[in-house]
């Protein structure tokens, strides 16, 4: 668990967002990280899975950081969707205002998958919560024929879940998030090899989530981000840290460094872009610190960091089991 502290909001520059006078809360509830104790040694705890953020005690004085033993109950296993295709009236709707027709959405499910399904105009298409680890959602189509007539947009892939890959997935629509993460999701998540048709946008969302890897994914007039989103929504400020960009095409991406964390992109083709905060929907001050930007234009080796750390970790025959890239 890491604390949520008035130092750590304030170190974030998380404590001035305010919209038409009234202030705004960013990151509310501390943040709850699930993982598996893979062994202890004296006071070295060694975990299934690495933890996707910092854990700085001088930001939660009087409080800190616990491990804490949890029994986890309620979560159903082993259970896959495939083959399906979701149809909804195709038309332009007031998000948030006017009906909804969404797709399907896991919680507390682990260990399954969804494969091989098609959505046609759904409002929010997959959504992943946080009661949802282990998951693999692979060759999944959303298509959108109509956007919205709002501001806010729906979501093609909703995720906030631990450990999720989105393989191979594809869609085609405007005005629509792609993929987004949400409040507090502490990963990681992988987009692997997705490709987006249309002018939406690939991006940690809000609220501070952390180790996104977007990898050989393509939008090719559409965006990805990595950066502060500050008074947009309802106060999503810095949306997301210690997450990569790799060997990616886009029209533009902004990559942004949070105070404390760094975010990534490496060999990612399209336009590099700097901003500011945004509050009252303009530009606060100078642009925000840029993230790590290397080898820009031009993609690096290996061509998937995803598939070259899952062949060190479990060798050639895991590459093959998960099929053709």
Excluded at 134 to 144: A, E, M, P, S
Aim: proline share 6%; net charge neutral; glycine share 10%.
């Amino acid at each position: 668990m890491k604390p949520v502290t008035k130092q750590w909001t304030h170190f974030m520059g998380m404590d001035q967002l305010f919209r038409d006078g009234k202030p705004e809360v960013w990151v509310q509830n501390d943040i709850r990280v699930r993982r598996r104790v893979a062994s202890v040694t004296r006071n070295i705890l060694r975990l299934d899975v690495p933890l996707t953020d910092t854990f700085d005690a001088r930001l939660y004085p009087g409080q800190q950081a616990e491990v804490t033993r949890v029994e986890v109950t309620g979560q159903i296993a082993q259970v896959g969707v495939e083959d399906l295709r979701v149809v909804s009236p195709a038309r332009a709707i007031n998000y948030r205002q006017d009906p909804e027709f969404d797709g399907i959405a896991m919680d507390n499910i682990v260990d399954s998958w969804l494969r091989s399904l098609a959505f046609e105009d759904t409002t929010n298409s997959v959504r992943i919560d946080q009661g949802a680890e282990r998951l693999t959602v692979v060759n999944v189509d959303v298509r959108q024929h109509k956007g919205v007539t709002s501001s806010a947009k729906p979501f093609d892939f909703r995720i906030n879940g631990a450990q999720i890959l989105l393989d191979r997935c594809t869609g085609q629509g405007n005005k629509v998030w792609y993929v987004a993460t949400q409040s507090r999701s502490e990963g990681p998540v992988v987009v692997l090899h997705c490709r987006f048709t249309g002018d939406g946008e690939i991006e940690g969302h809000q609220r501070w989530s952390t180790g996104l890897l977007v990898d050989g994914c393509a939008i090719p007039n559409g965006k990805i981000n990595l950066r502060n989103r500050g008074e947009m929504g309802s106060g999503h400020g810095w949306a997301v840290g210690w997450s990569v960009l790799w060997n990616n095409r886009a029209k533009s991406f902004v990559v942004q460094n949070p105070p404390g964390a760094l975010n990534w992109s490496i060999g990612d083709v399209g336009k590099h872009a700097s901003e500011s905060m945004p509050v009252f929907g303009q530009p606060l001050g100078p642009p925000l610190p840029s993230g790590v930007v290397e080898s820009t234009g031009k993609p690096v080796k290996p061509d998937s960091l995803y598939l070259e750390q899952l062949r060190e970790r479990m060798g050639p025959k895991a590459v093959t089991a998960i099929g053709d890239h």
